[in-house]
């Protein structure tokens, strides 16, 4: 199974591959779109040019956010999440008195994955978000 690893869908076919800044993604056809093809002869290496200042995966999570906020209007529709989804998770957490570790455990989901979200950095998959909303008695 190949997964696009811009909106996660499993690639049917041919993956295509394209570049986002200096990161090199493997995305489905509906993605390509986002970014600037390459040849899939190319294999897609790590970066580290910038001397330690980011890893790659650092990079490759940048040029999700830059593409996301290209698509953030497509995207928020499309997931019916409000833009500061962050934010109202974050609020309803701290009302509960819950603090992020309890919350993570609470959800069965790591911390990490918990901050992220608050921060807005990634976006809740449909389960984490629907454990989110029971848990903290909220609709996202
Ligand atoms: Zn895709």
């Given at each position: 199974m190949t997964e696009c690893e811009i909106c996660g869908a499993t690639i049917v076919g041919k993956a295509q591959f394209i570049t986002i800044g200096s990161s090199q993604l493997r995305v489905c056809r509906a993605c390509a779109r986002y970014g600037t093809s390459v040849s899939e002869s190319q294999p897609a290496k790590a970066r580290t040019q910038l001397g330690g200042f980011t890893s790659e995966q650092e990079q490759l999570a940048r040029a999700k956010q830059r593409l996301y906020e290209q698509m953030d209007h497509e995207l928020a529709e499309e997931l019916e999440?409000?833009?500061?989804f962050g934010r109202r998770i974050k609020e309803a957490r701290e009302r509960v008195g819950l603090k992020q570790a309890e919350l993570a455990q609470r959800i069965n989901e790591k911390e990490s994955l918990l901050r992220k979200i608050e921060h807005e950095e990634i976006m809740p998959t449909d389960e984490v978000r629907a454990k989110l909303e029971r848990v903290l008695k909220i609709s996202l």
């Amino acid at each position: 199974m190949t997964e696009c690893e811009i909106c996660g869908a499993t690639i049917v076919g041919k993956a295509q591959f394209i570049t986002i800044g200096s990161s090199q993604l493997r995305v489905c056809r509906a993605c390509a779109r986002y970014g600037t093809s390459v040849s899939e002869s190319q294999p897609a290496k790590a970066r580290t040019q910038l001397g330690g200042f980011t890893s790659e995966q650092e990079q490759l999570a940048r040029a999700k956010q830059r593409l996301y906020e290209q698509m953030d209007h497509e995207l928020a529709e499309e997931l019916e999440i409000p833009e500061d989804f962050g934010r109202r998770i974050k609020e309803a957490r701290e009302r509960v008195g819950l603090k992020q570790a309890e919350l993570a455990q609470r959800i069965n989901e790591k911390e990490s994955l918990l901050r992220k979200i608050e921060h807005e950095e990634i976006m809740p998959t449909d389960e984490v978000r629907a454990k989110l909303e029971r848990v903290l008695k909220i609709s996202l």
